[in-house]
């Protein structure tokens, strides 16, 4: 049965995902290639391309990273095609370069660039707020708070970026990504085939002669797009009064909800803006006439309260602008209904609401959650990671520097494995650690997965080769992309939909790098892995341990891995057992099917994954047939 | 404003959680509910905690302090966490089956007992109802499905603007013939429960 995102019919209602609705408005528009770097919290958007391409007429690849992967799409877009490109908030750093030209290029096919931002860094370093993009890139930018929105503003984003040549930004956050909500579905698109790449140096080579009125062309097309955001009908003015609130993004959604749990529903005049850049001056203009008051509603930077601020100077206007700078509202984090209501209340000038009570009593000063005991999410049971922590820790102890990366094997920061000392961003395990080792001496030991190996792990390498850098190198390598939910990388040799016919080997690469101090173990050999560790420890220079077993999880589906046996505890291993009497596993590995019964470790049958690590560190451990996982 | 209906579910990483989030909002959805439902994972599952919502009359997918009309607990003492969400009134279904965390299953921390959940929970809505969700999915064919058992207490109670028929159409409209027959099962089972 062909799935509902390709083969429902105009007018059926069906229940999506957020980043599902944005791949059916991309089908809607007549998509035609699409590339990405996965990423929380926009991941299920290429995931479920993925999933449909067998079935679909369009072109996906994951690509190896945000930046390469809106270069091919620049690529197609030159030759004609409708493109997307997807990726998290930070992966739009990584994709700045080409980004902040192509805008002076443009998409003659039509480009939409999804930024999934992620306010209160649910699964993020960060919380940056990429509407600045658009303005930095000039780019028109929509902000969906639901997912017919999301369905909406995507076909209407990629519909305009190709009628104008405008690349477009999509933004996102996590709410919007991960909510499910009814969509009701339009009429696909069927485009004809890219007419392909028309030559004309002075339109697509930025030379400085061509870059400077290819600039001009640049601010003209932003006028002609302001236009466009003022007749837009994701901008809609309702309710009347002198206290006026505009509102963007998923803030609009608590805003709807608090006006009318405070029945303040027509009271107020509202501005919903969805498509937020360039900001539709004349709309604004005319919504702030006769108004005392306006609160600007917009999750972390006050970016449209500066540039609506900036309007009502320009227009003599004196009415009392409220958000951020100063106001009620803060700077991060996420909004919530309650929020949003506090705020309207001080924009209307009415008392501060009473505490909203929970079952318990106040809720500001419940005093239950901060007592629990926590559940912080940890490595998997059988996850090979693990086992390389166990061993680098037992041959560095806390002498080494532990400079980590992003990915599953960040989660081994947390005691008793304790192996991620410093983290700026993907890739930078290698270069930051070489340039920590440099700068005092100190011994740095830098863990990095093979995706992200991939991703920007190589040039960091490749740095420390040429700038004779000291480090050794342990690339986490579980044959998939873990974290983000088993995407492909190039070194892979499974996907979810089969075989990868290409695979592009580590060692081979390190190698022709030039690093001949190089060791490939399977972490779940302890023995070797720790030999391999020994020796590396002794040499100076860069070393590289490739530590590559799949990811149980992976391993499970993709390879159809079953293993039979299960470990169980045959000896006396004491809870607080430091007396050298056993292995001391319970506290050393944290491994999630260990559990205490009656002051002894006892391993869970069910959670044991058959990984038998734990059997080669103590004696008193021993393997059973058990059920095949 | 007495149309809308907000719930909080809570859970851990693994337990499905999320499937039978996606089950309620559909079986709202097949009866014209406008329904919004939202999740938060990304790390929550490497055995973290997994948070849903399922709002029906709201635009808003978040539910903050306070403003939960019912609390849907996988797990008892995540379900003592989420307590906050609850509103004065409010109603509690939830597991009476631990699945401890790592630090209290190797004795470096502990947590309050079951029973002690129980009690602080009565005491704080007097409108809660535990059940063995997990031994309610084994006797249905799979532990995963224990969350459908919860879903059918739920319905007995009353609950839901929508009854028991609705979840079971919904599950065998969306799920394998095989899987279905578990979950309903375990709907049935879960519905006999409060007495």
């Known amino acids: 049965m062909a799935h509902p995102l390709l083969a429902g019919a105009p007018g059926e209602t069906h229940l999506f995902l957020g980043n599902e609705a944005i791949v059916r408005g991309a089908i809607e528009a007549g998509i035609q290639f699409i590339t990405c770097y996965p990423g929380t919290p926009s991941s299920e958007v290429p995931d479920t391309f993925f999933r449909l391409s067998p079935e679909a007429a369009y072109t996906f690849e994951y690509s190896v990273n945000e930046k390469v992967a809106l270069e091919v799409a620049g690529g197609a877009t030159l030759a004609g095609a409708l493109s997307m490109v997807t990726m998290k908030h930070v992966g739009v750093n990584v994709a700045a370069d080409p980004l902040l030209t192509l805008t002076y290029i443009g998409s003659p096919g039509g480009l939409v660039l999804l930024s999934a931002d992620d306010p209160g860094c649910h699964s993020s370093q960060n919380e940056q707020d990429n509407r600045i993009y658009a303005r930095l890139a000039g780019m028109p930018c929509f902000e969906p708070s639901s997912a017919q929105e999301a369905k909406d503003m995507t076909c209407a984003a990629l519909g305009l970026s190709r009628e104008l040549g405008a690349p477009a930004l999509l933004r996102t956050t996590t709410r919007v990504n991960h909510l499910r909500g009814p969509v009701i579905l339009g009429e696909p698109t069927v485009l004809?085939?890219?007419?392909?790449?028309?030559?004309?140096?002075?339109?697509?080579?930025?030379?400085?002669?061509?870059?400077?009125?290819?600039?001009?062309?640049?601010?003209?097309?932003?006028?002609?797009?302001?236009?466009?955001?003022?007749?837009?009908?994701?901008?809609?003015?309702?309710?009347?009064?002198?206290?006026?609130?505009?509102?963007?993004?998923?803030?609009?959604?608590?805003?709807?909800?608090?006006?009318?749990?405070?029945?303040?529903?027509?009271?107020?005049?509202?501005?919903?803006?969805?498509?937020?850049?360039?900001?539709?001056?004349?709309?604004?203009?005319?919504?702030?006439?006769?108004?005392?008051?306006?609160?600007?509603?917009?999750?972390?930077?006050p970016v449209l309260e500066t540039e609506i601020r900036a309007l009502a100077q320009r227009l003599g206007l004196t009415l009392n602008i409220l958000g951020k700078t100063p106001g009620p509202l803060p700077r991060f984090g996420e909004y919530d209904v309650a929020l949003v209501q506090t705020a309207l209340r001080a924009a209307l000038g009415l008392p501060e609401p009473k505490k909203q009570a929970c079952a318990c009593g106040d809720a500001s000063e419940v005093a239950l959650p901060a007592a629990l005991p926590n559940r912080p999410p940890n490595l998997c049971a059988g996850c090979p990671h693990r086992a390389t922590y166990v061993a680098v820790r037992k041959v560095f102890g806390d002498t080494a520097v532990y400079s980590s990366d992003i990915g599953c094997y960040t989660l081994g920061l947390l005691p008793p494995l304790k192996a991620a000392d410093f983290l700026l961003c993907m890739g930078s395990s290698i270069s930051a650690g070489c340039g920590a080792a440099k700068a005092a001496g100190q011994t740095v030991v830098g863990f990095i997965g093979d995706s992200t190996f991939f991703h920007s792990g190589i040039t960091g390498l490749v740095n420390a080769v040429f700038n004779r850098h000291d480090i050794l190198v342990v690339i986490l390598d579980n044959r998939t992309t873990a974290m983000t939910g088993h995407q492909p990388n190039p070194g892979v040799d499974k996907t979810n939909l089969g075989d990868n016919p290409v695979r592009v080997d580590i060692e081979p690469l390190v190698r022709g790098i030039g690093i001949t101090q190089i060791r490939k173990v399977n972490p779940l050999n302890q023995k070797a892995t720790l030999a391999a560790i020994e020796e590396l420890k002794d040499l100076s220079g860069v070393r590289v341990l490739i530590a590559e077993e799949p990811c149980p999880l992976f391993a499970r589906r993709a390879y159809g891995q079953k293993r039979n046996q299960v470990a169980y505890v045959a000896g006396d291993c004491a809870a607080s057992a430091q007396d050298g009497s056993c292995g001391d596993c319970l506290n050393t590995l944290a491994c999630?099917?260990?559990?205490?019964?009656?002051?002894?470790?006892?391993?869970?049958?069910?959670?044991?994954?058959?990984?038998?690590?734990?059997?080669?560190?103590?004696?008193n451990i021993k393997a059973r047939k058990g059920d095949a996982k | 404003m007495s149309s809308k209906l907000r719930i909080f579910m809570t859970g851990v990483?693994?337990?499905?959680?999320?499937?039978?989030?996606?089950?309620?909002?559909?079986?709202?959805?097949?009866?014209?509910?406008?329904?919004?439902?939202?999740?938060?994972?990304?790390?929550?599952?490497?055995?973290?905690?997994?948070?849903?919502?399922?709002?029906?009359?709201?635009?808003?997918?978040?539910?903050?302090?306070?403003?939960?009309?019912?609390?849907?607990?996988?797990?008892?003492?995540?379900?003592?966490?989420?307590?906050?969400?609850?509103?004065?009134?409010?109603?509690?279904?939830?597991?009476?089956?631990?699945?401890?965390p790592p630090s209290v299953a190797t004795g470096k921390e502990t947590a309050p007992s079951v029973a002690d959940i129980r009690a602080k929970v009565t005491a704080c809505c007097g409108n809660a109802c535990f059940l063995p969700v997990r031994s309610l999915g084994v006797q249905a064919g799979a532990v995963q499905s224990g969350n459908i058992a919860l879903l059918g207490a739920l319905c007995a109670l009353g609950a839901l603007p929508f009854g028991k028929d609705v979840i079971a159409a919904t599950i065998r409209a969306t799920m394998k013939p095989k899987v279905a027959e578990i979950n309903l099962k375990a709907l049935e089972l879960g519905a006999a429960c409060p007495a």
Do not use: W
């Open chain 1, 592 to 619: 999630p099917a260990f559990y205490v019964e009656d002051g002894k470790m006892a391993i869970d049958p069910l959670l044991c994954s058959g990984c038998m690590l734990c059997l080669q560190i103590c004696k």
């Open chain 2, 13 to 100: 990483g693994g337990q499905g959680t999320l499937t039978a989030t996606t089950l309620l909002a559909r079986a709202a959805l097949s009866v014209g509910l406008p329904v919004t439902s939202g999740e938060i994972h990304g790390m929550a599952q490497r055995g973290g905690v997994v948070e849903s919502t399922l709002l029906i009359g709201c635009k808003s997918p978040k539910i903050g302090l306070g403003e939960a009309d019912i609390l849907l607990g996988f797990e008892p003492l995540e379900t003592l966490r989420a307590l906050p969400y609850l509103k004065p009134g409010g109603l509690v279904l939830s597991s009476s089956e631990a699945l401890p």
């Open chain 1, 192 to 301: 004809s085939k890219p007419a392909g790449f028309q030559k004309n140096p002075s339109r697509f080579v930025p030379i400085p002669a061509f870059a400077r009125p290819m600039h001009l062309r640049l601010l003209e097309r932003i006028e002609a797009l302001r236009e466009r955001a003022e007749s837009s009908p994701f901008n809609v003015v309702s309710g009347a009064g002198t206290v006026g609130v505009v509102a963007s993004g998923i803030s609009r959604a608590y805003l709807s909800d608090a006006l009318d749990e405070t029945g303040l529903l027509g009271k107020v005049k509202t501005l919903d803006l969805g498509f937020t850049y360039p900001l539709p001056e004349k709309l604004l203009a005319s919504f702030m006439q006769g108004l005392g008051t306006l609160l600007v509603i917009e999750e972390l930077e």
